[in-house]
């Protein structure tokens, strides 16, 4: 079992001693708990959907461009590279990174800025609480209880992979301070106390550097590949550049495909390699004894040092008004976000439109609201157009 026995560090998550499912079930004799979340989050409708989901580009766009499975899949490799190397559990850390973006809505970013302001005046929309509903309650596949039961130890890595969502007086910290704690993480917080207040183990800070890891080299990979800049525009950025003069240095006239190749697996291997080096380098510091340790440090203890730090955000700040936002990409964007606004006006007036599934929407605004945002984020980006074009006389051809 990934991470385990001699191989394991004292302070990497034991599938032997998790805090448990909500709904108590027998062990496997086969595989680890944390084993079990991985596979429960494989065969889980919402992971299929993440094949027909967007990342940047509308998923027809090009064959060769990210879709939110892609992007998944990129992000576990590199989590279980990073936990093997810090010998924690590599199935913990999959499971984490597996289950990140399952919460996402259809057409990326845009989707998900359309559905927080359909929900406005309820609370708003937000992925990680989204991908918590989602493995808790919204697939219905199993017999004994609705979601995907999952350990506590999972759960926690979906809600702070980035950290702690409350100080120790219970005040919403970070992004939530403003609007504070989701609903549908702080309900089910209250059923299985997620300690909202620590950090999340080791190998849920992994599979959110790992995440971080993946977006720059694969948006930058596809920012190329749409033509939206050239690779010799990324000549003067830290590790890029670094990476891209190596490489003609050592494969000169390589053709621009192999040339982009290596330069992004360059940047891969660079920031992994770092991340192993300054996470060993903190772990050794605070030397955490146990997992609760980890959760109980006070500040991450996996990360970039300083330097690569300075590079992530470098690359992000030349990605943004390139990419992200650049006109071509912009302007697929705001047709996106107006189908999801469509959607979800259409429902709210006539929930008939509905599938009769769905059709039982709670009388009380907040929840009826609620529940068809849970139905349109389920969405794939093609299949929130043919609804559009089921429903509306003209739906945008997002090109």
């Given at each position: 079992m990934?991470?385990?026995?001699?191989?394991?560090?004292?302070?990497?998550a034991?599938p032997?001693?998790?805090r448990g499912?909500?709904?108590?079930e027998a062990g496997s004799?086969?595989?680890?708990?944390?084993?079990?979340?991985c596979?429960r989050?494989?065969?889980a409708?919402?992971?299929?959907r993440?094949?027909?989901?967007?990342q940047?580009?509308?998923y027809h766009?090009?064959?060769?461009f990210?879709?939110?499975l892609?992007h998944t899949?990129?992000v576990?490799?590199?989590a279980?590279?990073l936990?093997r190397a810090?010998?924690?559990?590599e199935?913990?850390?999959?499971?984490?990174a597996l289950g990140?973006d399952?919460g996402?809505p259809?057409?990326?970013?845009?989707g998900e800025?359309?559905l927080?302001?359909c929900l406005?005046?309820?609370g708003?929309f937000?992925h990680n609480?989204?991908?918590?509903?989602?493995?808790?309650?919204?697939?219905r596949?199993?017999?004994?209880?609705d979601?995907?039961?999952?350990?506590?130890?999972t759960?926690?890595g979906?809600?702070?992979?980035?950290?702690?969502l409350?100080?120790g007086?219970?005040?919403?910290?970070?992004r939530y301070?403003?609007?504070g704690?989701?609903?549908?993480?702080?309900d089910?917080s209250?059923k299985?106390?997620l300690?909202?207040?620590?950090?999340a183990?080791a190998?849920?800070?992994?599979?959110?550097?790992?995440?971080?890891?993946a977006?720059?080299a694969?948006d930058t990979?596809?920012g190329l590949?749409?033509?939206?800049f050239?690779?010799d525009e990324?000549?003067e950025?830290?590790?890029?550049?670094?990476?891209l003069?190596e490489?003609?240095?050592?494969h000169?006239?390589?053709?621009?495909?192999?040339?982009?190749?290596?330069?992004?697996?360059s940047?891969?291997t660079?920031?992994?390699?770092d991340?192993?080096?300054?996470s060993g380098?903190?772990l050794a510091?605070c030397?955490?004894?146990?997992?609760h340790?980890?959760r109980q440090?006070?500040r991450?203890?996996i990360?970039?040092?300083?330097?690569?730090?300075?590079?992530?955000r470098a690359i992000?700040?030349f990605?943004?008004?390139?990419?992200?936002r650049?006109a071509?990409?912009?302007?697929?964007m705001?047709?996106a976000e107006?189908?999801v606004h469509?959607?979800f006006d259409r429902?709210?007036?006539?929930?008939?439109?509905?599938?009769?599934?769905?059709?039982?929407?709670?009388?009380?605004p907040?929840?009826?609201a609620r529940q068809?945002?849970?139905?349109?984020?389920?969405?794939t980006d093609?299949?929130a157009?043919i609804e559009?074009?089921?429903l509306?006389?003209?739906?945008?051809?997002l090109?």
């Open positions: 990934g991470g385990s026995g001699s191989h394991r560090a004292p302070y990497a034991d032997a001693t998790t499912r909500l709904a108590a004799p086969t595989r680890s708990d944390f084993r079990r979340d596979d989050i494989i065969h409708t919402a992971f299929r993440l094949a027909h989901k967007t940047v580009f509308i766009e090009g064959d060769h990210r879709t939110r892609t899949l990129e576990t490799q590199i279980r590279a936990a810090l010998k924690l559990d199935d913990l850390a999959e499971a984490s990140h399952l996402h259809p057409f990326g970013h845009a800025r359309a927080d302001r406005k005046d309820y708003g937000d609480a989204q991908a918590l509903a989602v493995v808790t309650r919204l697939e596949r199993y017999a004994a209880f979601g995907l039961n999952l350990t506590w130890e759960l926690e979906l809600v702070k992979h980035n950290g702690p409350i100080d007086a219970g005040n919403p910290v970070g301070r403003a609007r704690i989701p609903a549908a993480i702080a089910y209250r299985h106390d300690a909202l207040w620590s950090y183990s190998e849920a800070q992994i599979a959110a550097i790992a995440d971080d890891i977006y720059d694969h990979d596809d590949r749409a033509e939206l050239r690779l990324l000549a950025l830290p590790l890029v550049g670094e990476a003069r490489v003609d240095a050592c000169p006239r390589l053709d621009p495909g192999r040339r982009t190749h290596e330069v992004m697996r940047v891969i660079g920031m992994i390699e991340v192993i080096a300054e380098r903190r510091e030397a955490p004894r146990s997992a340790d980890v440090a006070g991450p203890v990360g970039f040092s300083p330097a690569m730090a300075a590079a992530d992000k700040d990605l943004f008004p390139r990419m992200y650049h071509r990409v912009l302007a697929i705001t047709d107006g189908v469509d959607l429902y709210l007036a006539r929930p008939q439109d509905l599938p009769p599934e769905w059709q039982h929407a709670d009388k009380e907040a929840m009826r068809i945002a849970d139905f349109i984020a389920g969405m093609r299949f157009l559009h074009a089921r509306f006389a003209r739906t945008p051809d090109r």
